[in-house]
């Protein structure tokens, strides 16, 4: 069966915007787990608006506690940055403290919004062959971020990939407007060229409790979906009233 990984950067995006500890990101990645989670994710990024460095550290102690996975996903390339106080050690750095079992390697650029794009593995290949051979050496399966392309995906392998996350972005959106299927015929013929190459397939980008179940139904063998932006979107509008009502409990026994 697929698993998931809860994606937290978002709650993360919370906490920040205070600077103090609420939302507690590893506190709620283990209600994610309790919950049949079957692993976490974080995307740090340079500019550490969201997941930090430290939130890797302590999401890896929560994991390894439950017996799952965290999943790290960022561009090694991107060097050791500091902003407003906040030093960004790069993903080699993160993996070798908090030892991910599983590190996703995306090549965004610093300040990107967010990923839309997969690897170019012509351009990319050989100067991302010794990342992947040293993040295995720290014990990390290693995916690539690719965009749904049979060719791209069967290069993974060659690369020394463990796996291929195939970007659904632009599948979400097409489900969005009403035209998935060529999207989805693609997707399934680039899970058919990993596997046939010996990878895995992961995916994410965009996936919701609207799409979710088409993609899955049409691309089989899907080994893990990442999710985060909808999951905790779902998670405020399904919790937003009970909320409420709890400060209305308070504020009416006073
Ligand atoms: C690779 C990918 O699709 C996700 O990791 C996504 O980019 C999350 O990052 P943000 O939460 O910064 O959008
Ligand atoms: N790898 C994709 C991911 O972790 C979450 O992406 P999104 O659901 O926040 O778009």
Request: charged share 20%.
């Amino acid at each position: 069966m697929t698993q998931l990984s809860v994606n937290l950067n978002k709650v993360a995006l919370v906490r920040n915007a205070r600077g103090g500890g609420r939302p507690d990101v590893a506190a709620l990645g283990r209600v994610c787990l309790d919950a049949g989670a079957a692993g976490l994710t974080l995307h740090p990024r340079p500019d550490g608006r969201h997941a930090l460095a430290a939130d890797a550290d302590a999401l890896a102690a929560v994991a390894a506690e439950a017996g799952r996975e965290l999943n790290v996903e960022a561009n090694p390339f991107a060097p050791p940055a500091q902003t407003d106080g906040y030093a960004y050690p790069g993903l080699v750095e993160i993996a070798r403290r908090a030892r991910p079992a599983q590190a996703t390697l995306v090549p965004d650029a610093a300040g990107q919004l967010t990923s839309d794009h997969g690897w170019d593995l012509a351009r990319d290949g050989d100067r991302l062959r010794p990342v992947i051979e040293e993040l295995k050496d720290l014990g990390c399966r290693v995916s690539l971020f690719v965009d749904a392309d049979p060719a791209t995906v069967a290069a993974a392998a060659a690369v020394g990939a463990d796996r291929v996350e195939l970007y659904t972005g632009p599948y979400a959106h097409a489900f969005a407007d009403g035209h998935p299927a060529p999207f989805l015929d693609r997707h399934r013929a680039s899970a058919e060229a990993a596997r046939a190459a010996g990878l895995g397939v992961n995916a994410g980008h965009d996936l919701d409790l609207a799409n979710l179940g088409p993609y899955l139904a049409a691309v089989p063998g899907v080994d893990e979906v990442s999710i985060g932006q909808a999951l905790v979107a779902d998670a405020l509008e399904r919790g937003l009233a009970a909320a409420v009502r709890a400060y209305l409990d308070v504020i009416g026994g006073a």
